[in-house]
Each structure stands twice: as structure tokens, then as C-alpha cells.
């Protein structure tokens, strides 16, 4: 089976860690819209006026990896709003891929290595929708 991973959470949750978990020994491949910026912001760092264009870029990354058929392929960014996730379902139904949705607490009370500011990651936990 192929396998989509959606792993959300607010900002210093531990996204990036738990994917590149998933990930390790060479299994599937993790991406994010943060890795946008580290090629194409300023200083190789998030820039947030580009978020919009992160987003397009990491799915069409994710879609060149579905396409190839990579397994799993596991997705790191926020995705605070059910409709933020609405293209990967797509793809991974027209592609025949099995997604699993995976949100990560900071229990650790990690930090965000974006600096984003704690108003910012305050509003974006009151918008996180969960659906069960």
C-alpha cells in the first residue's frame, strides 16, 4: 500500500523531527513548506511573505513523489484548517495512496526555529480543527 502522511501541528511541536522519524533509513521521503525557503528566501531562511507560494511548491513536490510512486511520502507543515490538507487528499485518491493524518503536541515545550512569534502560534492553535 502507498502511503501519504500528514503530520500537523503549530509551530516548534516537533513536525520536522517526527518526519524525518518516520522517514529515517532511507524510507519515503519527508517534505514541507518551510524547506521553500531554505531554497529560495531570503538568506536561505522562512520568509513569510512567500507562504503562499511554499505551500503550491510543496505540493508540487509532493505531487512529483506521488506520481514516481514513493512511499511513503510524509508531510510536515501545519495545516491548522481541514481545507489546508484538501489537495493532498486529492492527489492521494487519484493516485491510489492510503493518508493518514498525524498531529503532534508539544508536550516538550518545544520552540518554534522559524521565531515565530508566540501571538502567532497562540492564534493558530485557537483555528486548529480536528476532525475525528
Request: aromatic share 10%; proline share 4%.
Amino acid at each position: 500500500m502507498k502511503n501519504l502522511i500528514l503530520v500537523r501541528g503549530v509551530p516548534g511541536s516537533g513536525k520536522t523531527t517526527f518526519a524525518m522519524l518516520l522517514t529515517e533509513h532511507n524510507k519515503g521521503i519527508e517534505v514541507c513548506a518551510d524547506e521553500y525557503g531554505k531554497q529560495y528566501g531570503p538568506n536561505g531562511e522562512f520568509y513569510p511573505a512567500c507562504l503562499g507560494e511554499a505551500h503550491e511548491w510543496c505540493e508540487n513536490i509532493v505531487h512529483t513523489l506521488i506520481t514516481a510512486d514513493v512511499t511513503p511520502v510524509v508531510v510536515h507543515n501545519t495545516f491548522t484548517k481541514e481545507i489546508e490538507m484538501q489537495a493532498y487528499y486529492e492527489m492521494a485518491r487519484k493516485y491510489g495512496y492510503r493518508v493518514t493524518t498525524i498531529i503532534v503536541e508539544n508536550r516538550h515545550n518545544g520552540v518554534s526555529t522559524h521565531n515565530v512569534p508566540e501571538a502567532t502560534i497562540e492564534n493558530m492553535r485557537s483555528r486548529f480543527e480536528v476532525s475525528l
